[in-house]
T-cell receptor, first 112, second 112 residues
Framework: NAGVTQTPKFRVLKTGQSMTLLCAQD?????MYWYRQDPGMGLRLIHY???????AKGEVPDGYNVSRLKKQNFLLGLESAAPSQTSVYFC???????????FGPGTRLLVL | SQQGEEDPQALSIQEGENATMNCSYK?????LQWYRQNSGRGLVHLIL?????REKHSGRLRVTLDTSKKSSSLLITASRAADTASYFC????????????FGSGTRLSIRP
């Protein structure tokens, strides 16, 4: 099993550009999450999903949209990137509420 | 604001000593989890403690949970250089069992 994978690993955007980050998991997990981590900080929850076709807002959802059209994929979109969105983005999945999260390797995003 | 807050923010100890990190949270939880993050890497799950548990052990790790004080501690005994990393607590709310919120982390440095 590949576990949780993220695409791309690194991306540079100009202010105002859009992009989509892809998270994929092959563990048949119901729950998936997108976090951002700024330097020296903890992870902040952006959006999460409790199943295919469902999404919910986390702590810092503004400026981001998500979709969970397939159980194994969770997409994070930035419609109009801003320098404040420069961060490392982590995706995670878990099987159930009393389980542990499995994290992807992260996507480094730089917005100029 | 984040649900979990770690204390101290940074800790530097001699190899072989014990390291203790604390986590405080604000609302009722379903469970609390501890994760480790090596520099530039993703998060790795260490241990999960449920709200009805008071103490849990895993190898050199000991976690305690005091729900009356809304706090948890992570003890790493006989520290090693490889333990150098950032440690995060994450809480799963009892009202929203799929929402996982991370604290700001403790940066642990082990001096040889």
């Amino acid at each position: 099993n590949a576990g949780v994978t993220q695409t791309p690993k690194f991306r540079v955007l100009k202010t105002g550009q859009s992009m989509t980050l892809l998270c994929a998991q092959d563990m048949n997990h119901e729950y998936m999450y997108w976090y951002r981590q700024d330097p020296g900080m903890g992870l902040r929850l952006i959006h999460y999903s409790v199943g295919e076709g469902t999404t919910a807002k986390g702590e810092v959802p503004d400026g981001y949209n998500v979709s969970r059209l397939k159980k194994q994929n969770f997409l994070l979109g930035l419609e109009s990137a801003a320098p404040s969105q420069t961060s490392v983005y982590f995706c995670a999945s878990l099987a159930g509420a009393q389980e542990t999260q499995y994290f992807g390797p992260g996507t480094r995003l730089l917005v100029l | 604001s984040q649900q979990g807050e770690e204390d101290p923010q940074a800790l530097s100890i001699q190899e072989g000593e014990n390291a203790t990190m604390n986590c405080s949270y604000k609302t009722s939880i379903n469970n609390l989890q501890w994760y480790r993050q090596n520099s530039g890497r993703g998060l790795v799950h260490l241990i999960l403690i449920r709200s009805n548990e008071r103490e849990k052990h895993s190898g050199r790790l000991r976690v305690t949970l005091d729900t009356s004080k809304k706090s948890s501690s992570l003890l790493i005994t006989a520290s090693r250089a490889a333990d150098t990393a950032s440690y995060f607590c994450a809480t799963v709310s009892s009202s929203s069992a799929s929402k996982i919120i991370f604290g700001s982390g403790t940066r642990l440095s082990i001096r040889p």
